[in-house]
């Protein structure tokens, strides 16, 4: 009995004191991370991003925890840091990481979902900065942005981006080659304060443009409604007529059919939020996918 206690108690004690050497999947995923590059993969809800070992620890926060070691971390056997969050707004904080400020959101949707991100994170000053400025958005009167175009191009731009039905007004006193009619340039000026009006009104669901060029044939005042793109209606405002034997442009002001053509236009809204339905639920997709079947597919 004695002799095989002492025995017993040694076997055991080795044991204890030899862990096994054999290292699993995830393990070596995370050597091969500290040992590799200074390139890190992430995996963000599906979103890939590449950033350095310097970016995510520039700053004290759950990202610099992760990646030195304090923080376990999840990884594929590829290498990839899986964070089981939304990555939309990943690139956002990257940037704060790298620069020390980025461009706030101009939405009170977009504020509030990038701030719970960098709260998730522990990222402390771009926590303070959403915090203000979510607190601005909701205090001040949202500002309606109107751009003034004086080209073609501008013009081709804003319709080609504009995730939102576009009305433009078109006007230019100067463009006249006769004189006015008594009663234009208070007709002008009716159609301006609609626009106004209109653009104040429904600025969350249009987009409103200014032309005080035209395209160079002389256009006075016009209105234009655009969806998904390309014009679908035009409000023709000016006329030229005849009066003790001269020519005179005349300046109208037809409301009811611009109101008309207004409502028409807003048809277009639905087909823009299927359009961007349609986008979100390919980029869904996407975050269904493996990596390597992304990668792939941009290589193609």
């Not at 339905?277 to 290589?299: C, F, V, Y």
């Amino acid at each position: 009995m004695a002799e095989g206690g002492p025995a017993l108690l040694n076997e055991n004690t080795k044991s204890l004191a030899s862990p096994p050497t054999q290292q699993s999947s995830e393990e070596k995923a995370l050597e091969a991370i500290k040992h590799a590059s200074k390139y890190v993969k992430l995996n963000i809800g599906g979103f890939l991003y590449y950033t350095t070992l310097d970016t995510l620890t520039k700053q004290d926060n759950m990202l610099r925890a992760m990646f030195s070691g304090r923080l376990d971390v999840k990884a594929d056997v590829d290498g990839w840091v899986l964070i089981d969050r939304d990555g939309r707004h990943f690139g956002t904080m990257l940037n704060y990481l790298r620069d020390g400020s980025v461009p706030l959101p101009e939405t009170k949707k977009e504020t509030q979902e990038l701030l719970a991100e960098a709260k998730y994170y522990l990222i402390d000053g771009l926590t303070r900065q959403l915090e203000a400025h979510l607190q601005d958005l909701e205090e001040n009167i949202p500002l309606c942005r109107v751009p003034v175009i004086t080209s073609l191009e501008e013009e081709h731009k804003i319709l080609s981006k504009s995730n939102k039905p576009v009305i433009k007004l078109l006007y230019n006193r100067g463009n006249n080659k006769y004189s006015y009619t008594n009663t234009s340039d208070d007709n002008l000026l009716k159609n301006i304060e609609l626009f106004d009006k209109l653009s104040v009104k429904f600025s969350s669901r249009v987009r409103f443009v200014k032309d005080i060029c035209g395209t160079g044939r002389g256009e006075i005042c016009y209105w234009m409604f655009y969806g998904s793109g390309k014009k679908v209606a035009e409000v023709c405002c000016e006329s030229i007529v005849y009066a003790t034997e001269r020519k005179q442009t005349k300046i109208e002001f037809p409301e009811a059919r611009i109101l008309e053509e207004t409502l028409n236009i807003m048809l277009y809204e639905m087909r823009c939020e299927e359009e961007e339905k349609a986008k979100a639920a390919r980029l869904r997709g996407i975050g269904s996918r493996t990596p390597e079947a992304i990668l792939s597919e941009d290589e193609m």
